[in-house]
């Protein structure tokens, strides 16, 4: 049996395929597992991904819908944004939410940390809880045409169940907080 933290493969060269600000692309000549050649192909993410379910005290919650260019559809998700590596994660966070909603919470828990596709990049990501919320201004930047809306938890859950919501990170968090409300956690 093998050692679980053991890697099985072997790196023969690396080649950069492709860089810019927010990622890189390089293909890696590899020994698999099992003794074959072959290559390897990784995304590397230069941010780390964070996304925020927000709750106020009447359990009602923000979605920001926006067209996404990459799957070339709209998409309703939890405010998210990325946060520069070597910067407190929940200062990125922060940033964000008023960024997206012009919310500003004052009570923030992390809620569950997790690899986004770890079969092809690295992209790491960490979900936050924000509550006692007071309204601002938003901030959008100038790549984002957004739409917040405000609606009851219950119902952003079930838009979960019924495949509406199709973020990795949204979904995560969404039902993450559904088991926190269930067994009394929050």
């Known amino acids: 049996m093998a050692d679980e933290e053991t890697n099985p493969w072997q790196t023969l ?5 492709y860089d810019n600000p927010w990622i890189n692309l390089t293909e890696y000549q590899v020994i698999n597992p099992n003794g074959g050649n072959g290559i390897y192909g990784k995304v590397h993410f230069k941010n780390i991904a ?4 927000v709750l106020d ?4 919650t923000y979605l920001v819908g926006q067209y996404r260019y990459a799957i070339d559809q709209y998409s309703w998700e939890i405010p998210e944004g990325g946060g520069l590596l070597g910067v407190d994660p929940l200062e990125s966070a922060k940033r964000e939410l008023l ?7 004052s009570s923030w828990r992390v809620i569950q940390t997790m690899h986004l596709s770890n079969s092809v990049s690295n992209e ?3 979900l936050y809880l924000a509550q006692n919320l007071t309204q601002h201004d938003a901030e959008p930047e100038e790549t984002e045409q957004l739409e917040i809306k405000k609606m009851p938890f219950e119902e952003v859950y079930q838009w979960v169940k019924s495949g509406k919501i199709t973020d990795s990170m949204s979904v995560a968090a ?5 088991l926190m409300l269930l067994d009394g956690s929050l």
């Open 50 to 53: 964070i996304g925020i379910v």
């Open 57 to 60: 005290d009447k359990l009602n």
């Open 99 to 105: 960024e997206e909603t012009g919310l500003v919470a």
């Open 13 to 17: 060269s690396s080649k950069e395929i």
């Open 174 to 178: 969404i039902l993450k907080v559904k």
């Open 124 to 126: 790491y990501s960490i």
